[in-house]
């Protein structure tokens, strides 16, 4: 059973930082063989993809309004993932969630995620 656990989520003014984190279970990083991702979600929107990276390795994938602002990364020795937020803007104000699948597909799919952290919130205040 996979597991993941996101923390590092709070408050922020517009224009500001932060990195969330996400333990994963052992499998999945040392497997070399999951899709791992950042999705988001407000109360108006439905849950959608941020950003997404192999664990095998190769470029990560992003959705085009955080392009160039956030940047995905792991340490597979650590069984970690993050999500380095820059420039942050309102709109990016969700409830964040880490999420992982099989690389059945390729990570630049957004879709078939099996596994999902509890979440963490990110308020960007202007």
């Known amino acids: 059973q996979v597991q993941l656990v996101e923390s590092g989520g709070g408050s922020v003014q517009s224009g500001g930082s932060l990195t969330l984190s996400c333990a994963a279970s052992?499998?999945?990083?040392?497997?070399?063989?999951?899709?791992v991702a950042w999705f988001r979600q407000t109360p108006e929107k439905e849950r959608a993809g941020v950003a997404a990276i192999s664990t095998g390795g190769g470029n990560p994938s992003y959705t085009a309004s955080v392009k160039g602002r956030f940047t995905i990364s792991q340490d597979n020795a650590k069984n970690m993932l993050y999500l380095q937020m820059n420039s942050l803007k309102s709109e990016d104000t969700a409830m964040y969630y880490c999420?992982?699948?099989?690389?059945?597909?390729?990570?630049?799919?957004?879709?078939?995620?099996?596994?999902w952290g509890q979440g963490t919130q990110v308020t960007v205040s202007s």
């Open positions: 052992e499998s999945v990083f040392s497997t070399h063989s999951y899709c």
């Open positions: 999420a992982a699948r099989r690389q059945s597909y390729g990570c630049n799919w957004f879709g078939g995620y099996d596994y």
